[in-house]
């Protein structure tokens, strides 16, 4: 157990429909990133909030949002779904407590499999 | 952005040690290696990371060249478990994002 916990762990919808992935990071991580990985592709980065902030933003999809709560838990909306967002939704958290702080090593989730058809 | 070029795959055997090369040669000075796995569908599994200096940890070695701009992932006495895609990756700088890009990484089978 990595520490970061993703939900669902697996979700079949339609094509046009909502959904929306959650994320815990681990405890004190300020950083919450997110990771899109289709079929036999690399991990592409989406978009990074750090306490509560956006803070980087990938090739993320206008149909796609996030954020980052109080809590520090994040959600990653996913609207108007095609069968091409069909993938592995990883979230990773990291502590990156200061712009000097050196090396950040991201702790990734179990992620959270999304099929639509 | 510094990139990284690594082998698409390799493969060892079972005991043997494993080398994974990678070159990053327009790495910056104060720029991080880092190094990651994924086994099957998993969550990237973090290794181990390097300014300068090797590293080692109980997982594998780090071994950074003195211009910085190639290392070498060993790992000792590889084992079926670490049958994985290995990801060499080279921190991206920004205002104030500690963002990882990943590369397509090296599938690496460990036979039998």
């Known amino acids: 157990d990595s520490g970061v916990t993703q939900t669902p762990k697996h979700l079949i919808t339609a094509t046009g429909q909502r959904v929306t992935l959650r994320c815990s990071p681990r405890?004190?991580?300020?950083?919450v990133y997110w990771y899109q990985q289709s079929l036999d592709q690399g991990l592409q980065f989406l978009i990074q909030?750090?306490?509560?902030?956006?803070?980087a933003k990938g090739n993320i999809l206008e149909r796609f949002s996030a954020q980052q709560f109080p809590d520090l838990h994040s959600e990653l909306n996913l609207s108007s779904l095609e069968l091409g967002d069909s993938a592995l939704y990883f979230c990773?958290?990291?502590?990156?407590?200061?712009?000097?702080?050196?090396?950040?090593?991201?702790?990734f989730g179990a992620g959270s499999r999304l099929t639509v058809l | 952005d510094a990139k990284t070029t690594q082998p698409p795959s390799m493969d060892c055997a079972e005991g043997r040690a494993a080398n994974l090369p990678c070159n990053h040669s327009?790495?910056?000075?104060?720029?991080?290696v880092y190094w990651y796995r994924q086994i099957h569908s998993q969550g990237p599994q973090y290794i181990i990371h390097?300014?300068?200096n090797n590293e080692t940890n109980e997982m594998a070695s780090l071994i950074i060249t003195e211009d910085r701009k190639s290392s070498t992932l060993i790992l000792p006495h590889a084992t079926l478990r670490d049958t994985a895609v290995y990801y060499c990756?080279?921190?991206?700088?920004?205002?104030?994002?500690?963002?990882?890009?990943f590369g397509s990484g090296t599938r690496l089978l460990v036979r039998p």
């Open positions: 990773a958290s990291s502590a990156q407590t200061s712009l000097l702080a050196g090396a950040n090593v991201l702790t």
């Open positions: 405890s004190g991580d300020l950083s």
């Open positions: 909030y750090y306490n509560g902030e956006e803070r």
């Open positions: 327009t790495i910056s000075g104060n720029e991080y």
């Open positions: 390097g300014l300068k």
């Open positions: 990756i080279v921190r991206v700088n920004g205002d104030s994002s500690y963002k990882l890009i």
